[in-house]
């Protein structure tokens, strides 16, 4: 007779180490089997098996678009990206309360209510981001951007987010960083009150101190919610004419801005 507790301890690792990839997934989103497996200690066999498995189930689905960063020569790999349903499986009972809730203060009150709302509720968020972000600054003896931002996912991830930073226009006067967020745990919630990622990119702008753009967002139905933090443009060396003409508004540092006189 097979030995039974051998075989459920067997499926319970399988199960857990599936649900290791899903959330690698979500946390690193786009991402490839051949990053999963060097991240997750795991064989680019194992993980190829158990990311069929999470797209047989509907849990995620292959990347359309192109990755971020450069690429060399080949027919580039196969990424993959959370599905709706899977995002869902991170979402709690409370959320259809919350939801009711705010619409009924929207039409008891108004919707400047469910915006102050927000912003008190990613108000207390802030503080609990910036005094992880302060602390993780001061060990690194550093406050660069660069540091600032890869603190801020680290604190993000904390608080659920599944954060991570990625270096994107590398080499040009346009680089920056994609600030990445493959959980949001109000995304049910802010797919009918937008408010709630309004509030949260102001947020990231203020902790990091510089002029961000929201380039995509879960409760928008993208698979990852994507924020832009200008690296490069107007830092070091002064940018060509083409990069001024193709600079977006938000690339000047608030600091930057406030020094600049008039006739600068």
């Known amino acids: 007779m097979a030995d039974v507790p051998a075989q459920m301890a067997e499926v319970h690792d399988e199960s857990r180490t599936r649900d290791r990839v899903r959330h690698a997934v979500g946390e690193q989103a786009p991402v490839t089997a051949s990053v999963l497996a060097k991240d997750l200690g795991l064989t680019p066999a194992a993980v190829r098996r158990h990311l069929d498995a999470l797209e047989d189930a509907g849990l995620i689905a292959e990347h359309d678009g192109p990755l971020p960063g450069r690429r060399g020569r080949g027919r580039p790999a196969r990424a993959y990206v959370l599905t709706a349903l899977g995002q869902e499986q991170f979402s709690t009972s409370y959320d259809g309360v919350a939801t009711a809730a705010l619409h009924y203060l929207a039409d008891r009150v108004g919707v400047p209510a469910v915006e102050n709302f927000a912003e008190a509720q990613i108000a207390e968020l802030e503080t609990r981001l910036r005094e992880r972000v302060d602390a993780e600054v001061a060990e690194a003896g550093s406050d660069d951007l660069q540091t600032r931002t890869a603190a801020l996912a680290k604190a993000l991830s904390a608080e659920g987010y599944a954060a991570s930073t990625r270096p994107v226009g590398e080499g040009t006067g346009l680089a920056g960083l994609q600030l990445c967020q493959g959980h949001c745990p109000v995304r049910e ?66 600091d930057q801005r406030s020094s600049a006189g008039p006739d600068d």
């Open 189 to 254: 919630v802010a797919v009918e009150f937008p408010q709630f990622c309004e509030a949260e990119t102001k947020a990231i702008a203020r902790i990091l101190d510089v002029h961000v753009q929201r380039l995509a967002t879960l409760a928008g139905g993208e698979h990852v919610c994507t924020t832009f933090v200008p690296t490069g443009a107007l830092g070091s060396a002064p940018p060509t004419a083409e990069e001024r003409a193709s600079a977006p508004p938000f690339i000047l540092r608030r």
